[in-house]
């Protein structure tokens, strides 16, 4: 898992330079000496949770080896404005043609971070547990994830491979729940693979029926409100994990924690985050 992420990073690395650069930054090009050497410094301008420091680095690299960065704050450190995380030295070049990817990545997965951390900070004291979902920016959901485990909460599945996850569609589309199951485990028997299920449950009815058919890891309880998702968690009691998703927000968050459900999943975490700002100045 952890080749393909960094597999992952690499090629999207790639794609962005040649999306901003293309066939040459004629700006700096036209302006900037080849040999001529300076310095940059990333300075926080919002207080917020710093993410994307080890991939920047990694960007500066993949561009110019020979780039000098010196760390000041790492990923997961709260950050107030005025504050310098690094510094970058080498060709002048370089640093321009690098300034805008690192502080798109930087500040998009900063400000996933922040909020992240908001809603962690939330559910303190309690055993739930924040995940994230699908719900990310084409191309960059290895990058969004990261920005949440560093803000402190838990990945979901990264995508439709490393988990089964059998949605409302699913069990309509394959005659219902019993079927559903059935088939995910003859599947994953067939193929010799070894992957979680987990199986949504749009009410009590689906829940006992899941309940009864058995052979799940976890059961996601889709839309259910806090007085019917504490009467789930008390009904279902240790057989199983339970997940809540669908309608919660930051407000609310804290009463589904409180009915000892074991996760909950919020889109929200990357689908409508604000940027951190900050900036790459000349030294």
């Given amino acids: 898992m952890q080749y393909m992420k960094q597999e992952l990073i690499n090629e999207l690395i790639q794609l962005a330079f040649k999306e901003d ?8 090009l036209s302006t900037i000496p080849a040999t001529t050497e300076g310095k940059v ?35 997961g450190s709260e950050v107030k404005p005025k504050e310098i995380a690094f510094t970058v030295e080498g060709k002048i070049r370089s640093l321009l043609q690098t300034e805008r990817l690192v502080l ?10 922040t909020t992240t951390r908001k809603y962690v900070k939330k559910l303190e004291g309690t055993k739930t547990q924040i995940l994230d979902t699908r719900k990310t920016t084409p191309g960059l959901r290895i ?26 569609n699913h069990v309509d589309f394959a005659g219902g729940i019993e079927n559903a199951i059935i088939s995910a485990k003859e599947y994953l028997w067939r193929k010799g693979k070894q992957l979680p299920i987990e199986i949504e449950v749009r009410n009590f009815d ?9 052979g799940v890891d976890r059961i996601m309880l889709d839309n259910f409100n806090v007085e019917n998702t504490r009467k789930a968690v008390e ?8 997940e809540s998703s669908g309608g919660i927000t930051y407000e609310t968050i804290r009463k589904y924690a409180e009915t000892g ?3 909950i999943s919020a889109g929200a975490l990357t689908h409508s985050v604000k940027s ?8």
């Fill in 206 to 214: 689906e829940l006992n029926e899941v309940l009864k058919v058995g």
């Fill in 261 to 263: 459900v074991d996760y």
């Fill in 143 to 168: 990058m969004e994830k990261e920005a949440v485990r560093i803000g402190g909460g838990i990945n979901h599945r990264i995508g439709l491979f490393d988990m089964i996850l059998l949605k409302d």
């Fill in 276 to 283: 951190l700002d900050m900036s790459l100045k000349a030294v």
């Fill in 104 to 113: 798109n990545v930087m500040q998009r997965m900063s400000g996933i971070a």
């Fill in 235 to 242: 009904q279902v009691g240790e057989k199983y994990e339970l």
């Fill in 41 to 75: 410094q990333l300075i926080i301008k919002e207080e917020g949770v710093l993410a994307g420091v080890a991939i920047a680095e990694q960007i500066f690299h993949t561009f110019d080896p020979n780039l000098k960065i010196t760390v000041f704050i790492r990923d």
């Fill in 21 to 28: 650069i293309g066939d040459g930054d004629h700006t700096t």
